[in-house]
């Protein structure tokens, strides 16, 4: 059987990056999708010369027609895709108050961190469904989660905590396959986004994501994990 295959979107850096890394060093052949050509050609070169499998793949979750050409050539490069993992995202709001933040803002969050995803999966979905298998994994954060809920940052909130629902929808519809699409928080981890006082590196922060994507046959689906362990919604 040839190698499964996984896209990564937002896999030019930070914790994207790691994940890619990790699911070549797991065999996988990787898919890097990124918005800036540059900057996915060369996070994929860089992982080439360390031995990795990785191709660069043109994606802007946020475009429509780019989710769309993504599709095409996954397809026509590779014929199959068995696992995608949705990081890409952006956290514009921070710790701005819900009562002040911009509605362009919230809508903007909304548009990568929910739509992007939900487009991706939609596009991408039809594959899995050919092969009967599919592993999809959410990048999402405890601060989506109505357990862990405080104020400020709505947006960014708000495309977590929808991305769970759709989470939790999907796997319900993919109830009885071998389709399995789980949420991950990664915990505060030191990227651009995380910022340098985060306490965990990308390595961490990717386990739990590259558990999922890897999961058996017999794995869970429809939940939402941090440190390997499920976490309350
Ligand atoms: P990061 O360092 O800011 O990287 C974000 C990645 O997303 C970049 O590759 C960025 O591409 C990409 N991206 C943004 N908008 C995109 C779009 N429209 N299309 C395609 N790619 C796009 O963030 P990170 O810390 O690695 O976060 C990765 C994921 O983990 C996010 O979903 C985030 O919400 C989640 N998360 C992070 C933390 C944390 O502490 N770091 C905690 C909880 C959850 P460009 O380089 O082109 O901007």
Redesign the pocket.
Known sequence: MSKRVALV?????????EVCRQLAANSLQVVL????AA?GRRAADALRASGCDVEFCP?????AA?VSAARQIVEQQYGRLDVLV??????IDEDQSAFDVPLDTVRQTL???LF?AYETIRAFMPLMRRQQYGRVVN?????GAFDEMGGGSAG?RLS?TALNSLTRMMANELEGTNIKVNAA???????????AD?P?D?AT?ADTIVWLALLPDDGPSGRFFRDRQPIAW
């Open positions: 979107t937002g896999g030019n850096r930070g914790i994207g990056y999708g990124a918005r800036r900057d994606l802007d979750v946020a475009d780019s949705n990081n890409a995202g952006i956290y548009e990568v961190n992007g990048v999402s954060s405890g601060m960014y977590k928080c990664p915990g505060w981890v030191r990227t651009d986004m995380g910022g985060a965990r990308v922060g």
